[in-house]
């Protein structure tokens, strides 16, 4: 691997002596890395090793193609590069209750997200942003198939989060970035990097800190990371933590990295030659006690009529529901006076507790989320197809009628994995699999 002059002499100064050993574990292959949803049953791969730092993550032996696995489409498990799962080891180590609001401000893909899911384990409020529309898309299906009910995905300018009064108990700032710590894995963050994007990166993460603290609580984490290695860009939440408002909080598992400390800021550097995974470098900080009064918004009772063909949908619909959209989402009952809030600060949200489904006319149509959500009634009428043909609807095909049933609606089950709906008609099962995540290729 060819590196740019500038950052052989950049981390040369940096890491000194271990600079070599540095460079050579750059020619060594990426490992290969997953996040399993344990709700779910478990995937057939041949797992490894666990990733010590993280809960419920494996190294696999070598990589396999996810792309016709149907227990990935369905979200038994999420691929993720191993250094970034740091992330379950800081939320497990923190003063974090259960049952707390976590923002994810920069979100997608979303790996992040699963892992604060995993940790709230729907006790707490999860809501996952990205600014970028087909971004924030790619989130809300990643969060979908994991099945839980208790997160939020919005969209748009990070700047209108502030419009809605709402405060977090944890914030993960995952940053744009100049990439450096992806070298091995991908070839245009090598190609494309340059002093230039390193300061334009830099702009833009001083901005997202100070919208992180003013969305953080009183008492609330910022927990701050990018995939790059430089100075500049690790450090700069310094004029952050040089404030009167947060301190440092420091990471137990220190001995694992690299740190770099200042006066006001320790930087912990996840490096290829010392942890088994990319480059990824944190930040742990806590706004110091204050008060806080949020902005007072309307009592809004949702509450609209179930249609009776959704009515068994799920287990137990212990929840508020409002039509959004054309689309009947079930809230839970705790968390409705926050999508209430983001509503009305006009924030654009792209979903919300659990989807139900659309009715158009006197017909009801499911939505796809329904049929990966952990509540989902088990009970509901079942297609089992072989292994073929489970690829066959992932590429959204019609699927020959298999067997007969006075059922409008069927869900497609292959083994464990409950891969979508699809309806009932007189010659054939109609596919129901969202065009917009079929598979096109393999």
Same mark, same amino acid.
């Given at each position: 691997?060819?590196? !740019?002059?500038?950052? @052989?002499?950049?981390?040369?100064?940096?890491?000194?002596?271990?600079?070599?050993?540095?460079?050579?574990?750059? =020619?060594? *292959?990426? *490992?290969?890395?997953?996040?399993?949803?344990?709700?779910?049953?478990?995937?057939?791969?041949?797992?490894?090793?666990?990733?010590?730092?993280?809960?419920?993550?494996?190294?696999?032996?070598?990589? %396999?193609?996810?792309?016709?696995?149907?227990?990935?489409?369905?979200?038994?498990?999420?691929?993720?590069?191993?250094?970034?799962?740091?992330?379950?080891?800081?939320? @497990?180590?923190?003063?974090?209750?259960?049952?707390?609001?976590?923002?994810?401000?920069? #979100?997608?893909? +979303?790996?992040?997200?699963?892992?604060?899911?995993?940790?709230?384990? =729907?006790?707490?409020?999860?809501?996952?942003?990205?600014?970028?529309?087909?971004?924030?898309?790619?989130?809300?299906?990643?969060?979908?198939?994991? &099945?839980?009910?208790?997160?939020?995905?919005?969209? +748009?300018?990070? @700047?209108?989060?502030?419009?809605?009064?709402?405060?977090?108990?944890?914030?993960?700032?995952?940053?744009?970035?100049?990439?450096?710590?992806?070298?091995?894995?991908?070839?245009?963050?090598?190609?494309?990097?340059?002093?230039?994007?390193?300061?334009?990166?830099?702009?833009?993460?001083?901005?997202?800190?100070?919208? #992180?603290?003013?969305?953080? #609580?009183? +008492? &609330?984490?910022?927990?701050?990371?990018?995939?790059?290695?430089?100075?500049?860009?690790?450090?700069?939440?310094?004029?952050?933590?040089?404030?009167?408002?947060?301190?440092?909080?420091?990471?137990?598992?220190?001995?694992?990295?690299?740190?770099?400390?200042?006066?006001? $800021?320790?930087?912990?550097?996840?490096? *290829?030659?010392?942890?088994?995974?990319?480059?990824?470098?944190?930040?742990?900080?806590?706004?110091?006690? &204050?008060?806080?009064? !949020?902005?007072?918004?309307?009592?809004?009772?949702?509450?609209?009529?179930?249609?009776?063909?959704?009515?068994?949908?799920?287990?137990?619909?212990?929840?508020?529901?409002?039509?959004?959209?054309?689309?009947?989402?079930?809230? %839970?009952? #705790?968390?409705?006076?926050?999508?209430?809030?983001?509503? =009305?600060?006009?924030?654009?949200?792209?979903?919300?507790?659990?989807?139900? &489904?659309?009715?158009?006319?006197?017909?009801?149509?499911?939505?796809?989320?329904?049929?990966?959500?952990?509540?989902?009634?088990?009970?509901?009428?079942?297609?089992?197809?072989?292994?073929?043909?489970?690829?066959?609807?992932?590429?959204?095909?019609?699927?020959?009628?298999?067997?007969?049933?006075?059922?409008?609606?069927?869900?497609?089950?292959?083994?464990?994995?409950?891969? +979508?709906?699809?309806?009932? $008609?007189?010659?054939?099962?109609?596919?129901?699999?969202?065009?917009?995540?079929?598979?096109?290729?393999?």
């Amino acid at each position: 691997m060819k590196l !740019p002059e500038k950052f @052989q002499l950049q981390m040369q100064s940096l890491l000194e002596d271990e600079y070599q050993a540095f460079e050579n574990s750059l =020619e060594s *292959p990426s *490992p290969t890395s997953i996040h399993l949803n344990t709700k779910k049953h478990k995937p057939n791969l041949t797992l490894e090793d666990t990733v010590p730092w993280a809960k419920d993550c494996f190294y696999l032996k070598e990589r %396999p193609k996810f792309i016709i696995d149907p227990y990935f489409h369905s979200g038994h498990y999420y691929v993720q590069e191993a250094s970034s799962m740091f992330i379950s080891a800081i939320l @497990q180590q923190l003063d974090i209750k259960a049952e707390s609001r976590i923002l994810d401000l920069c #979100a997608a893909p +979303g790996g992040k997200s699963l892992i604060a899911l995993d940790f709230l384990n =729907e006790e707490g409020l999860l809501h996952s942003h990205d600014s970028t529309s087909h971004r924030a898309e790619v989130l809300r299906q990643n969060i979908t198939k994991w &099945g839980m009910s208790n997160c939020i995905i919005t969209t +748009g300018n990070v @700047q209108l989060l502030r419009n809605s009064g709402l405060q977090y108990d944890v914030i993960l700032l995952d940053a744009p970035c100049s990439g450096e710590g992806m070298f091995r894995k991908e070839i245009d963050a090598l190609s494309q990097w340059n002093e230039s994007k390193i300061n334009h990166c830099t702009n833009i993460q001083k901005e997202l800190i100070q919208l #992180a603290s003013d969305l953080c #609580a009183p +008492g &609330g984490y910022i927990i701050y990371s990018t995939c790059t290695f430089n100075k500049k860009e690790n450090e700069n939440i310094s004029e952050l933590l040089s404030s009167e408002n947060f301190e440092q909080v420091p990471f137990l598992r220190a001995t694992e990295f690299h740190l770099f400390q200042n006066s006001t $800021n320790t930087s912990y550097r996840c490096l *290829p030659h010392r942890v088994k995974g990319e480059g990824f470098t944190f930040s742990i900080s806590k706004k110091k006690n &204050g008060t806080h009064q !949020p902005i007072k918004f309307k009592d809004v009772r949702f509450k609209t009529n179930i249609p009776h063909s959704s009515a068994n949908l799920v287990k137990n619909l212990d929840y508020y529901t409002l039509t959004f959209k054309s689309t009947i989402y079930a809230i %839970p009952i #705790a968390h409705s006076f926050v999508i209430n809030l983001l509503l =009305e600060a006009k924030i654009p949200v792209l979903y919300f507790g659990i989807a139900l &489904g659309v009715q158009k006319g006197t017909d009801f149509i499911p939505s796809h989320e329904i049929s990966q959500n952990l509540n989902l009634n088990k009970d509901l009428p079942i297609v089992n197809v072989s292994y073929e043909l489970s690829l066959e609807y992932l590429r959204a095909n019609t699927l020959p009628k298999m067997v007969y049933s006075s059922e409008k609606w069927l869900l497609v089950k292959y083994n464990d994995a409950i891969l +979508g709906w699809v309806k009932n $008609n007189a010659e054939n099962f109609k596919n129901y699999y969202p065009k917009n995540q079929r598979i096109i290729s393999y």
